[in-house]
């Protein structure tokens, strides 16, 4: 494993825990918040996303519209076991999920939440660190680099793990104010 690769997986671990970030309700709503929700769709587990068409049309309104009538039941259903937390109402062709504001101790709650996918992002970070430089001693052992090489690349390595922990604290900042504004 090279730096450059290092930064590329680095970089896909900040962009999953902004992902990860985006399923989390804030009080407004936002189609993301059903991205985790599959529905049991002729036996196989489906991405509501592929079964339906997800808008906003307000600040406290997600429409579900699914392509085939047959499935709402299937999505509501979906929903309800879902740990997104709302509940869906149905209308015979669309699916409406109401947003309530949250309260104090769901907000703390919704922060716990965000603080745990930030520390998986971060486990991810460094397990590309270890990774990087098991891969730079394994060259040095090798005899392929010399040990100033190596020392001069676990230091980048390591410089590279900083700047990218930070940048998911970054996001966890952002996300926290977010979900702490009213």
Do not use: C, H, W
């Not at 929903?79 to 309260?103: F, Q």
């Amino acid at each position: 494993m090279n730096l450059a690769e290092a930064e590329s997986n680095m970089k896909k671990a900040v962009e999953a825990t902004q992902r990860s970030f985006n399923t989390i309700r804030t009080g407004r709503a936002n189609a993301s918040l059903l991205d985790r929700v599959m529905v049991e769709y002729y036996g196989a587990p489906t991405p509501l996303k592929s079964l339906a068409s997800i808008s906003t049309p307000d600040a406290t309104t997600i429409t579900i519209q699914p392509f085939d009538k047959g499935s709402i039941g299937l999505i509501e259903k979906a929903i309800n076991m879902s740990d997104v937390g709302l509940t869906p109402n149905n209308d015979g062709s669309v699916v409406r999920l109401n947003i309530p504001p949250l309260t104090t101790e769901r907000r703390q709650e919704m922060v716990k939440l965000a603080g745990k996918l930030a520390e998986e992002g971060k486990v991810s970070v460094r397990n590309i660190r270890r990774d990087a430089i098991d891969s730079v001693r394994k060259q040095e052992k090798n005899s392929d680099i010399s040990k100033d090489e190596s020392r001069d690349l676990q230091d980048e390595i390591q410089q590279l793990t900083d700047k990218y922990t930070a940048k998911i604290d970054e996001l966890l900042a952002l996300k926290e104010k977010d979900i702490t504004t009213v």
